[in-house]
């Protein structure tokens, strides 16, 4: 039975900050931003969104009555939590309308938490064919104002519908990973932002994708020259980049190479426009490479997931035909609507997060255009609201 990606969709803040501004206010040479890390843009996330309320908008573009009938399970993947007990899918159930039959749950591992899904929900339709998962990525990517990992911040959420026979893309049952306790990235429990020792785990990022490419390719007895695209999880766009030179400098096939680096090129295109999504980021990348209309069914694209702590891994899927009438410009439209804010805006929006508290508060809902909105807290519980 074929298994993978049916729907795809994806949502962020309606606004965002030129990372040419971010640069200049920080006294560093724009190209290190534009080039060096590889963003255009990063989304500013406004207080009156959340993790929870970021996936409801991205799945609305998705969950039509017809699957608020059918989903059975929902797989929420997300590194910011709003809650240490209570799952985002069972907000996400509520604030949708899907049955209540249907069962959900929210997986971490950083930033492979929806990779996790990914597996997860293919056992399950293996086993029920007819069963459709809702699985979202939703993260806000927070390091502080005037960090080293201030520019690669962002945020948004992708919404999948994983089904038998799907429209999209058909994913490969084999994978390989990797698990190692590495300190690289964390974020203790009493803080919204995250500690990084981004060298480190810069560099451990490209580890954990040779070896997990290298050991795929061995046990599968693939080639590097069967992949029309190897895509990335994306913390910063380069560092795509640098994970997929890595495979390919020593490579003697030109062609190979240059089509590797073609398709890269347009998998990156959308998460340019964002910053770092933690969980949602490869499938963005997912999305901006289908987008580009540039695969044919069939073709075989491999995808390297990283959740920092860490785990890794890499693993395959093939275009389905006719994937083209699924993929739209809407996600492209919905990027050129947002309005750029200044650096003292974006400072300003950033230090009204609603951080964990025990008074009642409001959020500036009443700014936020996006149909799912955090209107703040009453009694230590999130005011969650669909506006009309
Ligand atoms: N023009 C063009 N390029 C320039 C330039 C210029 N004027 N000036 C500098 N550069 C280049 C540098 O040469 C460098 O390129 P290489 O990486 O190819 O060497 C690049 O710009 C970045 O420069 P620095 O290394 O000096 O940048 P930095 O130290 O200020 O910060 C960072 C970079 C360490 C990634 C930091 O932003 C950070 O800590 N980010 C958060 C951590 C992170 O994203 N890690 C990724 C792996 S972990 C993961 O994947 C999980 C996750 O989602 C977080």
Same mark, same amino acid.
Not at 18 to 33: F, I, S, T, W
Not at 114 to 133: D, W, Y
Not at 216 to 239: D, G, Q, R, V, W
């Given at each position: 039975m074929k298994i993978g990606i049916d729907k795809m969709s994806f949502f962020t803040s309606d606004l965002y900050l030129p990372m040419e501004d971010l640069a200049k206010a920080r006294n560093e040479d724009p190209n290190k931003y534009l080039i060096g890390i590889g963003q255009s843009k990063q989304a500013v996330i406004r207080n009156s969104q959340d993790s929870v309320t970021l996936a409801a908008n991205a799945a609305l573009k998705i969950v039509d009555d017809s699957e608020k009938e059918k989903i059975d399970l929902i797989l929420f993947g997300t590194e910011?939590?709003?809650d240490s007990s209570k799952s985002g899918a069972i907000y996400l159930q509520s604030l949708l309308g899907i049955n209540s039959a249907a069962s959900g749950v929210e997986l971490k591992q950083a930033c492979f938490g929806l990779t996790a899904g990914i597996q997860m929900a293919m056992g399950h339709i293996a086993l029920h064919p007819e069963s459709r998962v809702l699985l979202v990525g939703s993260d806000i990517a927070r390091y502080g104002i005037g960090t080293l990992g201030e520019k690669t911040q962002g945020g948004g959420a992708m919404a999948m519908i994983m089904s038998a026979?799907?429209? /999209?893309l058909e994913i490969g049952t084999e994978s390989a990973h990797l698990t190692k306790d590495i300190m690289d990235f964390w974020r203790p429990l009493n803080r919204s932002e995250a500690l990084v020792d981004g060298k480190y785990s810069s560099e451990e990022f490209i580890n954990f994708f040779k070896e997990t490419f290298e050991n795929y390719i061995e046990k599968e007895n693939e080639s590097i020259a069967n992949f029309a695209a190897i895509i990335f999880h994306l913390p910063y766009t380069k560092m795509g980049l640098k994970a997929l030179r890595s495979v390919i @400098? +020593? /490579? @003697? +096939?030109q062609k190979v190479k240059e089509r590797l680096l073609e398709r890269f090129e347009e998998s990156r295109y959308l998460n340019r426009e964002v910053g770092n999504l933690y969980t949602g980021s490869l499938y963005l990348s997912l999305l901006s490479l289908l987008h580009a209309h540039s695969l044919k069914a069939g073709e075989q694209i491999g995808l390297f997931s990283y959740g920092s702590g860490a785990e890794g891994e890499f693993f395959t899927g093939r275009v389905v035909e006719g994937y083209e009438k699924y993929i739209t410009d809407e996600t492209v439209a919905f990027l050129e609507r947002r309005t750029p804010v200044s650096v003292t805006e974006y400072e300003r929006i950033y230090r009204s997060f609603m951080e964990p508290q025990i008074d009642d508060c409001e959020t500036e809902f009443e700014k936020d255009p996006a149909p799912f909105i955090l209107k703040g807290q009453k009694q230590q519980q999130r005011i969650y609201e669909k506006q009309q």
């Amino acid at each position: 039975m074929k298994i993978g990606i049916d729907k795809m969709s994806f949502f962020t803040s309606d606004l965002y900050l030129p990372m040419e501004d971010l640069a200049k206010a920080r006294n560093e040479d724009p190209n290190k931003y534009l080039i060096g890390i590889g963003q255009s843009k990063q989304a500013v996330i406004r207080n009156s969104q959340d993790s929870v309320t970021l996936a409801a908008n991205a799945a609305l573009k998705i969950v039509d009555d017809s699957e608020k009938e059918k989903i059975d399970l929902i797989l929420f993947g997300t590194e910011s939590g709003v809650d240490s007990s209570k799952s985002g899918a069972i907000y996400l159930q509520s604030l949708l309308g899907i049955n209540s039959a249907a069962s959900g749950v929210e997986l971490k591992q950083a930033c492979f938490g929806l990779t996790a899904g990914i597996q997860m929900a293919m056992g399950h339709i293996a086993l029920h064919p007819e069963s459709r998962v809702l699985l979202v990525g939703s993260d806000i990517a927070r390091y502080g104002i005037g960090t080293l990992g201030e520019k690669t911040q962002g945020g948004g959420a992708m919404a999948m519908i994983m089904s038998a026979n799907p429209h /999209l893309l058909e994913i490969g049952t084999e994978s390989a990973h990797l698990t190692k306790d590495i300190m690289d990235f964390w974020r203790p429990l009493n803080r919204s932002e995250a500690l990084v020792d981004g060298k480190y785990s810069s560099e451990e990022f490209i580890n954990f994708f040779k070896e997990t490419f290298e050991n795929y390719i061995e046990k599968e007895n693939e080639s590097i020259a069967n992949f029309a695209a190897i895509i990335f999880h994306l913390p910063y766009t380069k560092m795509g980049l640098k994970a997929l030179r890595s495979v390919i @400098e +020593d /490579l @003697e +096939d030109q062609k190979v190479k240059e089509r590797l680096l073609e398709r890269f090129e347009e998998s990156r295109y959308l998460n340019r426009e964002v910053g770092n999504l933690y969980t949602g980021s490869l499938y963005l990348s997912l999305l901006s490479l289908l987008h580009a209309h540039s695969l044919k069914a069939g073709e075989q694209i491999g995808l390297f997931s990283y959740g920092s702590g860490a785990e890794g891994e890499f693993f395959t899927g093939r275009v389905v035909e006719g994937y083209e009438k699924y993929i739209t410009d809407e996600t492209v439209a919905f990027l050129e609507r947002r309005t750029p804010v200044s650096v003292t805006e974006y400072e300003r929006i950033y230090r009204s997060f609603m951080e964990p508290q025990i008074d009642d508060c409001e959020t500036e809902f009443e700014k936020d255009p996006a149909p799912f909105i955090l209107k703040g807290q009453k009694q230590q519980q999130r005011i969650y609201e669909k506006q009309q």
